[in-house]
């Protein structure tokens, strides 16, 4: 085993992780950071860094416990251009004799507690390897701040807390999704050949009143997820058929000790199925602290529970980013509590103006979605396990407008939007025939 030892370098002017008075040493070697050299520093007097070669060359990490958040940074010679791809993930293996909590930070320029950064924190058990991913636009598990992921300047390992020893292997550090060499596909992919389908579920909404309770199911109560603000309910006040669309609407109004009430219907009870293409042509509503979705949830029972049973986001939209769509898919091993949701985002302007027209197409090996008949984001399966793909078994449609909560209220509630409707024009399912 090859080492290179650590020694005392100039300080770095771009390192502001806490504060200026922390001590830096340069690691004599660069690292191969998408597809272009950086330079590794160690921050803080209380951590050590050594580059090792054994077949793949990795980084040494000890940290002990002081009164500095120790880490080491990868600072690139200029603003790196990543906007091709989901987000920054590193590989790391807890190689002490006790657990450690580790964090993951990508940085643009200037002062981290006034500039955008976004990072992501795991507990890595001893002996355990994990994959720390932080995604682009995301903290924490939740919208952080609006990374510019065309000007990123540098990645921080650090460690969580200063109080903590740990030692560490870093064994990769690389950008995940779009056309890095990762297990997500979010880039569009070549046109598959056509395909004929059959329509074998669908609704028009052409009566009015009540949704047709053949076809629909609601879900109910308070706070249903997600810390959301809102109460569910099957009043017609929420969800109504009306004038050739489903109606959504959120309001705001005291009912059963909510400040907020709004609608969530389900084919939970009626159509669950498995594979088939779904179209959903739909007008969102706007304002901050809404949050509309229309998804599949994977059957799920007292044995198995999301995030194993799978869910797939046609479409989710918060009112704080009134730009952007979001597509993304969620297994146990990649979901949005682990920070590493299979994620698209899709800038469009003028999104409320007009209907558009979600798609999902699901088979037996892949799982693509579609905006306006533009496919977004493509995911293939590439093993048995449940853990990866789940989508081989029944999963159900739900279609919602939450208010608040984790994602929706991340910068609040404009109470003077309400009330807010998500009009659907139309729901089709189809099987795939020959």
Known sequence: M????????????????????????EVPTTIDFAGAPVTVLTEGANVSATITSEGVKQLELSFT?????????????????????????????????????VGLRVDNEGDWQAEPGNSEIDEIASGETKTIAVTFGQSYGAPGFKLDASKVIGVLVYGASPKQTATLR?????????????????????AAPTVKHTLVWSDEFDLTGPPDPVKWDYETGPHLRNNEASHYTRRIENVRVQKGNLVIEARREHFEG????????TTRTTFPFVYGRVEIRAKLPRGRGIWPALW???????????????????????????????FSIHTLENNHAKSRPIQARLPVSGIYDDYHLYRLDWTDKTVTLFFDDKEVLHYEKTG???????????????MNVAIGGNWGGSKGIDDTIFPQRL????????????
Request: proline share 7%; aromatic share 10%.
């Open 65 to 101: 416990a002081g009164e500095e958040y120790p880490g080491v940074r990868f600072v690139m010679a200029g603003a790196r251009d990543l906007s091709a791809h989901a987000g920054v993930e590193a590989e790391i293996t807890n190689t002490g004799g006790v657990a450690c909590k």
């Open 423 to 434: 009009l659907i024009d139309y729901v089709r399912i189809y099987k795939t025939r020959p």
């Open 384 to 398: 048995d396990k449940m853990a990866s793909w789940p989508f081989s078994n029944p999963m159900y449609l739900i």
């Open 258 to 265: 909510s400040a907020y009430t709004s609608g969530s219907l």
């Open 296 to 326: 599949l949830l994977g059957w799920h029972n007292e044995k198995a529970w999301w995030p194993e049973t799978g869910e797939i986001d046609l479409m989710e939209h918060v009112g704080c980013e009134p730009d952007l769509l979001f």
């Open 170 to 190: 870093l064994r990769r550090l690389a950008p995940f999704g779009g056309t890095s060499p990762a297990p997500v596909v979010v880039q569009p992919r070549p």
């Open 2 to 25: 090859k080492t290179s030892s650590v020694r005392i370098g100039r300080r770095f002017a771009g390192i502001i992780f806490l504060s200026a008075s922390l001590v830096h040493a």
